[in-house]
């Protein structure tokens, strides 16, 4: 980009940034909590580094990334004190290129890849905080674990010794329907507070640019949040 265009793309981030922190608040009020509880996720997918850095500068604290090799060709040009999360599906045989890169795993959605975590946090001699991953839409959603299927797996994760799980993560079909919206995240928090009845957690992920109100009602404790903040998503077109 051009310095010029830098310079007003970074001043409609701080804008944003103010817009999404006052409407977090009143989501908090109407819900009688504390926004402290609530930590707001910068998504960083197609983001130049320039308005990463703009949103960290304003006191953005964790990052969330979806791809490994974009993540990896991007990191060195991000300031060092946010924390990077990653929130994308992620392949087994990618886990050891951001198992030292990145302070959690939100999207953890079989055995098979907590086992690969496992194994990689292991060779690093350090644990892996994760979120397991609930596909709370049905069948219009494209990821993560059925509800049904949840305890067996929260309940085989524990127990790997190089993971420990802090909560869950969902990403519900898009509703522009506040009702609809309440029905998702009312379901998701039920779930939450069931399974951790059993097993302790204490993060629950749920709420991006379209949602985060609704989430934050219904008790989320992370709020992912891309386009809002950062503006439309633009891919980058393929060549042919
Ligand atoms: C892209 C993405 C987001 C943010 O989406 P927006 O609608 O742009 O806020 C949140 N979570 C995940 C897992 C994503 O891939």
Do not use: W
């Amino acid at each position: 980009m051009e310095a010029d265009a830098i310079a007003k793309a970074q001043q409609a981030v701080l804008t944003r940034l103010a817009e999404i922190r006052k409407r977090i608040a009143s989501a908090c009020e109407e819900a009688g909590r504390d926004p402290q509880e609530v930590t707001l996720m910068a998504v960083t997918k197609t983001v130049d580094p320039a308005l990463i850095n703009t949103a960290v500068d304003a006191g953005v604290t964790v990052l969330g990334e979806n791809r490994v090799q974009e993540y990896l060709s991007k990191r060195d040009a991000y300031r060092r004190n946010a924390e990077v999360q990653f929130i994308g599906h992620l392949q087994t045989n990618k886990v050891r290129q951001i198992i030292d890169g990145v302070s959690m795993i939100q999207s953890v959605d079989s055995l098979h890849l907590a086992e690969a975590i496992d194994r990689a946090a292991a060779a690093k001699g350090i644990v892996m905080p994760v979120l397991l991953e609930v596909n709370i839409g049905g069948e219009l959603s494209k990821s993560g674990v059925d509800p049904d299927g949840l305890l067996p797996l929260l309940k085989a994760a524990s127990a790997f010794p190089h993971i420990t799980v802090r909560g869950l993560m969902t990403i519900p079909p898009p509703e522009t329907d506040r009702n609809a919206q309440d029905a998702v995240f009312a379901r998701m928090k039920a779930l939450f507070d069931a399974a951790s009845a059993e097993f302790p957690m204490d993060t629950l992920s749920m709420g991006m640019s379209g949602d985060y109100e609704s989430a934050v009602r219904h008790g989320a404790t992370v709020v992912r949040i891309g386009s809002a903040l950062f503006g439309a998503r633009v891919y980058p077109q393929p060549q042919n």
